[in-house]
């Protein structure tokens, strides 16, 4: 499989979490806090592994300037920033809420720019069995 489409298909999941995180009653602080769980080490896993597999490759073939690459991580460090503040409130309060909602924002932010910038540039710049082999 393609990196890009990989890292499209993390994106999908995580977008998908959050609605299923909206989804939750408000009240059911229990479901909220698993739901959060496993949508915060995912999105952990996903940044880590951009980090090691994807973002070395994208600087030596289409990040010369390195200003995609360097954006992505600072994106990556506002999303643990989120959830880092997450964890320090109770699930389900306002704190929490906001939170969530800066992880979030963050997150859209980040897969909007990848998806535009990039996905896209390292798809025009490299061959499909690189891509297959990452």
């Avoid at 592994?49 to 010369?64: I, N, S, T």
Wanted: no cysteine; aromatic share 6%; hydrophobic share 40%.
């Amino acid at each position: 499989m393609d990196i890009t489409d990989v890292i499209l298909n993390d994106h999908h999941r995580q977008r998908q979490m959050f609605a299923l995180l909206d989804n939750v009653d408000p009240n059911d602080t229990v479901r909220l806090g698993l739901v959060w769980g496993d949508l915060a080490e995912f999105l952990e896993v996903h940044a880590a592994a951009e980090e090691v597999v994807f973002y070395p490759e994208l600087l030596k073939h289409a990040d010369p300037d390195r200003e995609e690459t360097l954006d992505a991580i600072s994106d990556h460090n506002d999303i643990r920033e989120g959830v880092a503040q997450a964890a320090k409130h109770d699930v389900g309060t306002h704190d929490w809420w906001e939170a969530v909602g800066k992880a979030r924002a963050a997150n859209t932010e980040h897969m909007g720019e990848e998806e535009d910038e990039g996905l896209s540039d390292f798809r025009k710049h490299t061959s499909l069995e690189l891509r297959h082999d990452l």
